[in-house]
Nanobody, 121 residues
Framework: QVQLVESGGGLVQAGGSLRLSCATS????????MGWYRQAPGKQRDLVAT???????DYGDSVKGRFTISRDNAKNILYLQMDSLKPEDTAVYYC???????????????WGQGTQVTVSS
């Protein structure tokens, strides 16, 4: 089985920074695209940022220039550096990974359990 475990969430004042981490464990062949998504109360889950296995990145419009996604392929860890945080960034942040369990398998998407980020004004 494959597991994703997020950490690094918490309470921060507006203008502050947080760094989220997502560790992937289990038995698998390769991890393709990884990403961060977030869901605020009463709202749908939205894309924050994605990163390919080669390092190509994509960001949601609301976080461009403030958040940076990165990954350590050797350790299978995904990061999200969040700077200049705003109250509207408050949400549960979820890690996502497209994982190939075996050499010739199709990628399957896995989700972490989420970590709460709260930004006070």
């Amino acid at each position: 089985q494959v597991q994703l475990v997020e950490s690094g969430g918490g309470l921060v004042q507006a203008g502050g920074s947080l760094r989220l981490s997502c560790a992937t464990s289990g038995t698998f062949f390769r991890i393709n695209t990884m990403g961060w998504y977030r869901q605020a109360p009463g709202k749908q889950r939205d894309l924050v940022a994605t990163i390919s296995s080669g390092g190509s990145t994509d960001y949601g419009d609301s976080v461009k220039g403030r958040f940076t996604i990165s990954r350590d392929n050797a350790k299978n860890i995904l990061y999200l550096q969040m700077d200049s945080l705003k109250p509207e960034d408050t949400a549960v942040y979820y890690c996502n990974a497209a994982v190939l369990r075996y050499t010739y398998s199709s990628p399957q998407r896995y989700w972490g359990q989420g970590t709460q980020v709260t930004v006070s004004s």
